[in-house]
């Protein structure tokens, strides 16, 4: 792409929370989307809740933030500041546990209701690789006992239409469609919604008048740097 | 679901501010937090909740009707049941940067802090002024008072403790507040607005403090530096109201493994020789219920867990309002503070008035909220004590005002019975009083200071 030499691509950041119930692979997909790499029986990442990966698409990058549940589905008590202001959601479900569905159907009701009005969601099935059919034809230890799958494709792609989702099925032990997700979340994020980030494209101008009161608490202590009163 | 742990370091109940903050340092510091409350959100006291949720939890509608549903959509919504704002350079922010917490949340400035000079129809209301240049151009004081005031702010910004050079000829340490007014010659409204909207002393106890002049000088000089922060006012305050602040501290913890349960009631707290060792507590909103048992080493929680072992040191009142229009005389302003001193209005107690607006994402646009709050000074009529407050605020669209709100503090420190509780969120107007209670518990339960400082270096893992 000869006219985009030298002209860097326009970057922008966007917000992606992941949803679910526990166990069903979602910090392993944010991990096989970021490092590239799996752990069977992964405990949970200390420290490790705010991933950052980009996303080149042709005419613009987009760097996902990716906020990590941090574990608090386990009983129910996700903060609603989690979701706050996401722009992109990844529901997950597990593809052998039909509960598991249900509860990421709760999801998407709850970010319909609270979530921002553009939000996109993509509704995942992960752990393809524990089916007959896994995507790469490659047999694993699952197959070898049977199919393990509880949900069909056909039941999720149907309720996924229905509430304009984008859908997938997923291994992100194979790292089967896991890169593709992301992608297509990209491609999917309304241009109007994106905020340059700080610093990089003139558009960035409008936007923050509006966040002319927006406060760094990183920056200086002292912008004057005196002691004592501001006198 | 999954299992919880036969065993953990500490279990706190209650998700309020200061509990979230010392869950999140806790865990930091690798112990292992199970945190509970028994509501289905976060926030306890210390929660921003919508405009239906206020109308049930007030009752002041006619059974049947949903008169929150003339107000727009209800998650713009965000009203905070304790007004409080953050000094832009005080505590909270410090523990906030130091604990990277603000990765997670959004500041504004609130754009002005005001103060009421004279009661009734002929008050003045003006900007609190925090420099020498405002100082003179203040419409709070006469042309001699504004120069004398100036040189008072220009020694509080001089003023060093360690070099007497400085003092004035003042035994510093001794001293007491008011020895350093007559020192400049200052009158009683001045010093009224310097101690009540500056210093944030919420009466008049300190004036005659012995030794008292220096924790007063520094309290001015902290709203100083905080003024001089950002520039508009000393207060900064998040975008979807203070609720925020614990559900950022709570998922601080979560990050470093804390275990967080809502809608959970704990049932018993389970005593070994006259030491807290465990709870029993049920969880639920899941079906079925879940009953379960942990051991803990210690327990840390908010007044309302441990009723046996609290007692009320005092009641506030509390009014939140909702307005259509701004504060008069504070210059349109999309939030500000505004202090009545107790002796304008002849009152003990300071009446404050926090105001905040769409600017911050906690009502739509249009709307105002506007939080009127004192210490009770009688025992009814507890109308009349606000209503200096509440004449400020014009029309009122929705007043929600409950009996008078109790404040606890726990009857022992904690080191018997390894139960340590928090205070209520006292009347003040910014959480300084809160940072200190976070400090006093964890030197009670740690033994050592907390330090925040650098609290994440070395364990945090890298972003990219
Ligand atoms: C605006 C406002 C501000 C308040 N601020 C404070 C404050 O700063 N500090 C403070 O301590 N209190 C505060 N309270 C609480 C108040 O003083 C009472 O303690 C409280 O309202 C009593 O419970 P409730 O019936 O109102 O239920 P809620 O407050 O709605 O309590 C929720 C649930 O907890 C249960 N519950 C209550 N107490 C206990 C307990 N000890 N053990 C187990 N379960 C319990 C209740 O039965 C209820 O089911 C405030 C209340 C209001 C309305
Ligand atoms: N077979 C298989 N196992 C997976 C897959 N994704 C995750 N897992 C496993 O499922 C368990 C839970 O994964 P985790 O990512 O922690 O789930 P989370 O709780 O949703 O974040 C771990 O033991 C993972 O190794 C997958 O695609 N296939
Ligand atoms: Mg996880």
Redesign the pocket.
């Known amino acids: 792409m000869a006219d985009l030499a030298g002209a860097p691509r326009p970057s922008s950041s966007v917000k992606l929370v992941l949803l679910g119930e526990a166990a069903v692979g979602k910090s392993s997909l944010v991990l096989r989307f970021v490092n590239n790499d799996f752990q069977e029986n992964k405990e949970p990442t200390i420290g490790a809740a705010f991933l950052t990966q980009k996303c080149n698409l042709p005419t613009r990058t987009i760097k996902f933030e990716i906020w990590d549940t941090a574990g608090q589905e386990r009983f129910a008590s996700l903060a609603p500041m989690y979701y706050r202001n996401a722009q992109a959601a990844l529901v997950v479900y597990d593809l052998t546990k039909p509960t598991s569905l249900v509860k990421a159907k709760h999801w998407v009701a709850e970010l319909q209701r609270q979530a921002s009005p553009g939000i996109v969601i993509a509704l995942v099935g992960n752990k393809l690789d524990l089916t007959n059919d896994s995507g790469d034809g490659e047999g694993t230890d699952a197959n070898d006992s049977g199919d393990a799958r509880k949900v069909s494709t056909e039941e999720a792609k149907t309720y996924a239409e229905e509430e304009s989702l984008l859908f997938f099925e997923t291994s992100a032990k194979t790292g089967y469609n896991v890169t593709e997700v992301f992608t297509a979340i990209a491609n999917a994020i309304p241009e109007t919604s994106l905020k340059t980030a700080r610093g990089a494209g003139a558009s960035a101008a409008a936007a923050s008048r509006a966040e002319e009161q927006r406060v760094n608490l990183n920056g200086p202590r002292d912008p004057n740097a005196k002691e004592g009163c501001a006198c | 679901m999954d299992e919880i742990a036969p065993e953990y370091d500490v279990i706190v109940l209650g998700t309020g501010l200061t509990e979230c903050i010392l869950s999140g340092v806790l865990s930091v510091k690798g112990k292992k937090v199970l945190h509970i409350d ?2 289905d959100h976060y926030g306890a ?1 210390a929660a921003s909740v919508n405009l239906e949720v206020l109308f049930k ?2 009752g002041n509608y006619a059974k049947g009707t949903e008169p929150w549903k003339q107000y727009g959509r209800l998650n713009d919504w965000n009203i905070d ?2 007004p409080k704002f953050l000094m832009s350079s005080g505590e909270l922010t410090n523990i906030l940067v130091s604990t990277d917490v603000t990765r997670y949340l959004e500041f504004k400035q609130v754009a002005g802090s005001y103060v009421q000079q004279g009661s009734g129809p002929r008050a003045t209301v003006a900007k609190v002024p925090s420099d020498a240049g405002e100082a003179l151009r203040s419409p709070l004081m006469g042309i001699f008072e504004k120069r004398r005031m100036k040189g008072f702010i220009e020694w509080v910004g001089s003023f060093n403790v360690k070099d007497t050079a400085t003092h004035k000829g003042l035994d510093i340490n001794t001293c007491t507040m008011k020895e350093v007014y007559d020192k400049f010659g200052l009158e009683t409204t001045t010093k009224d607005f310097i101690g009540h909207a500056m210093a944030l002393y919420p009466n008049d106890a300190y004036i005659d403090l012995k030794g008292g002049a220096v924790e007063a000088i520094d309290r001015i000089r902290l709203y100083g530096n905080s003024v001089a922060r950002y520039g508009k006012s000393p207060y900064i305050y998040p975008l979807y109201g203070l609720g925020e602040l614990p559900q950022g501290f709570a998922r601080l913890s979560a990050i470093y493994g804390g275990t967080y349960m809502l809608n959970t ?2 049932d018993e707290l389970v005593y070994e020789d006259g030491k807290a060792v465990g709870i029993k507590a049920t969880m639920t909103g899941v079906d079925p219920e879940m009953t379960f048992e942990t051991k803990a080493k210690m327990i840390l929680g ?6 046996g072992k ?1 007692r009320v040191v005092g009641h ?1 009142l ?1 009014a ?1 309002c909702v307005l259509k229009h701004p504060l008069a005389s504070t210059n349109d302003a999309d939030s500000c503070q505004l202090i009545i001193p107790q002796s304008q209005v002849g009152r003990k107690n300071d009446i404050y008035i926090a105001c905040v607006s769409s600017a911050h994402n906690v009502c739509p646009k249009g709307y105002w909220i506007a939080i009127v709050s004192t210490i009770a000074e009688t025992a009814a009529n507890h109308h009349l004590e606000l209503a200096p407050g509440l004449e400020r605020l014009g029309r009122i669209e929705e007043q ?1 005002m ?1 009996s008078p ?4 503090e726990p009857l022992e420190d904690g080191t018997r019975d390894k139960i340590f509780i928090s205070k ?3 009347a003040s107007s910014h959480f300084e009083s809160t940072t200190d209670d976070v400090r006093d518990i964890y030197r009670r339960l740690a033994g050592e200071e907390l330090v925040v400082e650098g609290l994440r270096e070395g364990i945090q893992v890298a972003d990219e």
């Open positions: 028994r509501n006291d939890k007030y049941l304790v009631t704990v908010d007044p309302s867990y441990f009723p609290v506030v509390r939140i929600f409950g709100i109790p404040l606890y209520s969120y006292d």
